[in-house]
């Protein structure tokens, strides 16, 4: 229901703009005024713009997002702006992640319940390893729902992960990696 009333006709190149101007933040909100922005909303706009084509459409799409954001958690606007951007920090912060292909696909194995080589396999016959974590967790055996993750959430712990040094850094960030993956749910 959120998708339908999020991409407002904007799924094809040919955009509708009317459909834009009765967009209505509020009725596509799946949280309370001044909550938290659930971090679901925002992986299924990222699911919508990756099926769309046309730029006019794409702008659509996030511009009805940021507008729903706007109209329910302005508060939330940095976050939710930061992980559209792909950026967990300004650019002259100079932060990055730090993650790399093996460790995410060590944890998706090992959240999943599967082996390295298996996903491996996928992976090279998928082409992305987010596509190989959903299809992985599909078939997972979960125990309980964990607790929802949020756009703020998600961005803290991305800037926790691309800041940890020390002793054993590569060992906590595994943890902080895994821990998100367990708590993913859909196409988070």
């Known amino acids: 229901l959120m998708a339908a009333k999020l991409a407002s006709n904007a799924k094809t190149t040919g955009v509708d703009v009317r459909a834009y101007e009765r967009y209505d933040p509020s009725q596509a909100a799946t949280w309370s005024v001044g909550t938290d922005v659930p971090y679901a909303f925002l992986a299924e706009t990222f699911s919508l713009v990756e099926e769309t084509s046309g730029r006019l459409a794409i702008t659509v799409l996030v511009a009805n997002c940021i507008r729903t954001v706007l109209a329910t958690t302005p508060s939330q606007l940095y976050p939710v702006i930061a992980l559209c951007t792909n950026k967990i920090a300004a650019s002259y912060e100079g932060i990055e992640l730090g993650v790399g292909d093996t460790i995410m696909i060590r944890e998706v194995a090992?959240?999943?319940?599967?082996?390295?080589?298996?996903?491996?396999?996928?992976?090279?016959?998928?082409?992305?390893?987010?596509?190989v974590a959903l299809a992985s967790r599909k078939k997972q055996i979960t125990f309980g729902k964990p607790k929802p993750m949020s756009a703020v959430s998600v961005l803290k712990t991305l800037r926790e992960i691309a800041q940890s040094s020390g002793k054993d850094v590569q060992s906590r960030k595994k943890d902080m990696v895994k821990k998100m993956l367990v708590s993913a749910q859909g196409k988070e």
């Open 110 to 131: 090992e959240t999943c319940g599967r082996s390295v080589e298996a996903v491996k396999s996928q992976l090279e016959s998928m082409g992305d390893l987010g596509e």
